[in-house]
């Protein structure tokens, strides 16, 4: 594809700035407003109602420590993929998306077969309590983030690969950092403050 | 710590240098094991400050290191905290309502406050079902 044909989107610099990072920044910021409503409501309930503490105690700090090794894994792995495709190394680019990728499979895999199954077959549901609720709710919101970051991964990656729209290796990462923050934040939340 | 910035970026790709982002990667495990290791002190304000503190910490890590907030157009950086603004007039709003029984002219009704201080819903698991009153 020419670069006059290419979408103007995809790099032209009007708001100083290639549109299509810009547009990006502009879902980080609408994704802030979504999910700091969940987490300040958390926060609300969790210092106001000691229950709270009582059944974070039953969530696995170990999972989610393992968890958060992973996702800052696959975020080091799209930032190396950023810088390579920088340097317009499209096969390098490709590789490291395609690792970030694994690891929000592994992520995604780990809450899905392993972490929530168990928390189920021990009773603790999205109806067991209000706790639960904004467990499941927040990490489940969350885990469709991951999800769509890796379907939206293995689009790109294979284009990376020939060399094609590296800008959009870039964007995918910075929309990956910002799930990784998500996380940073739900981390303690869910995990640590018990 | 800072390698050479590329010459010769593609389309749509500013050329600005790159940090050792494997050092950046080490450093946030190395939190991220604090943050973990912080409630075996056993005393709460330790906990509060090595898991809230310490993400905080991380997440500033991540925006600046991996995201590059700090060499986007200043506009970026001002539409976030925008963002971040609303997240504490949200919670500056509705706080009162959630976290307090009374207000001036209000009082937070008992089946309200029970559903959420009793670790089960209500009408589940054997815990009492409560009605919420009948509206007049």
């Known amino acids: 594809m020419s670069a006059a044909s290419r979408p103007i989107a995809t790099t032209r610099s009007s708001a100083g700035m290639p549109t299509g990072r810009l547009a990006v920044w502009w879902v980080i910021a609408s994704e802030i407003v979504i999910f700091g409503g969940l987490l300040g409501s958390y926060i609300m309930f969790r210092l106001s109602h000691d229950a709270f503490a009582q059944q974070a105690a039953h969530t696995n700090v170990w999972i989610g420590t393992v968890n958060t090794l992973v996702l800052l894994t696959s975020s080091l792995a799209a930032v190396l993929g950023h810088k390579a495709a920088e340097a317009g190394d499209g096969p390098k680019a490709a590789r490291q998306l395609y690792l970030t990728a694994l690891g929000g499979l592994t992520f995604a895999s780990i809450k899905f077969l392993y972490e929530w199954p168990t928390e189920i077959h021990e009773g603790f549901t999205i109806s067991s309590s209000t706790f639960w609720s904004f467990y499941y709710t927040a990490a489940g919101i969350h885990a469709a983030h991951v999800i769509a970051g890796v379907v939206i991964m293995l689009f790109i990656a294979p284009v990376a690969k020939k060399g094609l729209e590296l800008q959009r290796v870039e964007l995918i990462g910075l929309y990956w950092h910002f799930v990784d923050v998500v996380w940073i934040f739900l981390f303690p939340l869910l995990y640590i403050a018990k | ?136």
């Open chain 2, 1 to 136: 710590m800072a390698e050479h910035a590329h010459a010769h970026a593609p389309e749509g790709h500013e050329s600005h240098e790159h940090p050792n982002y494997w050092r950046i990667w080490g450093i946030l495990c190395a939190l991220l094991f604090v943050s973990v290791a912080g409630p075996f002190v056993g005393i709460k304000i330790v906990t509060l400050i090595t898991a809230f503190g310490i993400a905080i910490v991380k997440a500033y890590l991540v925006a600046k290191y991996f995201m590059h907030i700090d060499i986007a157009a200043k506009y970026v950086t001002y539409f976030i905290m925008t963002a971040l603004v609303f997240m504490v007039l949200f919670f500056a709003g509705a706080a009162p309502d959630v976290m307090k029984p009374e207000g001036r002219n209000w009082e937070k009704p008992a089946w309200l406050d029970g559903s959420i201080h009793g670790t089960m819903s209500p009408g589940e698991h054997g815990a009492p079902a409560e009605e919420p009153p009948a509206a007049h």
